[in-house]
């Protein structure tokens, strides 16, 4: 029978060095992507004004920023960090606003726009539950508010419809729950804050 040579074998310990390395790779590039870093309280404001001249208020400080487009019919303001966003629509030409305007009716009340928007969330977001509404004036005029949770209860935030005098503005506000005690003060700050352009 013919001498058949075995195999070169690895020292132990330097198999071990070259599974753990391979292991902490795999990690580095798989499972740290999917570590959320908390939320840090937001310290300060900065004043701001859409685009469109719709409403100023205050943003919070060195979050991503857009004051979306002169003279569109639909504006979209946003404040973006991490996994935490306010969105601040102000719509001139929502389907049931066209809707009444073209049929000659009065402005759809408050309510009904906050319910459509609801429904509009339903769909932007996986397993939405909305809960109770509650109604106040704000600085944009007559308002709704409503809490949601969505993904599973991963997501919270809110919504708020207000019927100004030209527009309807929607605020919606959410992050990741763990980060919701953080960062509601921010988003409650934000809301408050919004006013007509003068």
Same mark, same amino acid.
């Given at each position: 029978?013919?001498?058949?040579?075995?195999?070169?074998? =690895?020292?132990? *310990?330097?198999? %071990?060095?070259?599974?753990?390395?391979? =292991?902490?790779?795999?990690?580095?590039?798989?499972?740290?992507?999917?570590?959320?870093?908390?939320?840090?309280?937001?310290?300060?404001?900065?004043?701001?004004?859409? /685009?469109?001249?719709?409403?100023?208020?205050?943003?919070?400080?060195?979050? *991503?920023?857009?004051?979306?487009?002169?003279?569109?019919?639909?504006?979209?303001?946003?404040?973006?960090?991490?996994?935490?966003?306010?969105?601040?629509?102000?719509?001139?030409? @929502? @389907?049931?606003?066209?809707?009444?305007?073209?049929?000659?009716?009065?402005?759809?009340?408050?309510?009904?726009?906050? /319910?459509?928007?609801?429904?509009?969330?339903?769909?932007?977001?996986?397993?939405?539950?909305?809960?109770?509404?509650?109604?106040?004036?704000?600085?944009?005029?007559?308002? %709704?508010?409503?809490?949601?949770?969505?993904?599973?209860?991963?997501?919270?935030?809110?919504?708020?419809?207000?019927?100004?005098?030209?527009?309807?503005?929607?605020?919606?506000?959410?992050?990741?729950?763990?980060?919701?005690?953080?960062?509601?003060?921010?988003?409650?700050?934000?809301?408050? @804050?919004?006013?007509?352009?003068?």
């Amino acid at each position: 029978m013919p001498f058949m040579s075995r195999p070169p074998v =690895l020292p132990r *310990a330097l198999f %071990l060095r070259i599974l753990g390395l391979a =292991l902490a790779t795999l990690c580095l590039g798989g499972c740290h992507s999917h570590t959320h870093t908390p939320a840090v309280p937001v310290s300060s404001f900065t004043p701001f004004t859409a /685009a469109d001249r719709s409403c100023t208020g205050d943003g919070p400080t060195g979050w *991503a920023t857009d004051l979306g487009e002169e003279g569109a019919a639909v504006t979209h303001v946003t404040f973006d960090l991490d996994d935490a966003h306010i969105r601040i629509i102000c719509d001139g030409e @929502s @389907s049931l606003m066209s809707d009444a305007l073209h049929m000659g009716a009065h402005r759809p009340a408050v309510d009904t726009l906050h /319910a459509d928007k609801l429904l509009d969330l339903g769909t932007d977001f996986q397993k939405f539950q909305a809960g109770t509404t509650n109604s106040y004036t704000s600085g944009l005029g007559q308002s %709704l508010q409503t809490p949601f949770t969505a993904e599973d209860g991963n997501i919270t935030g809110y919504l708020v419809t207000a019927n100004g005098t030209d527009k309807v503005f929607y605020i919606v506000c959410d992050c990741p729950t763990s980060d919701w005690t953080t960062l509601q003060p921010a988003f409650d700050h934000v809301t408050s @804050s919004l006013k007509p352009s003068s």
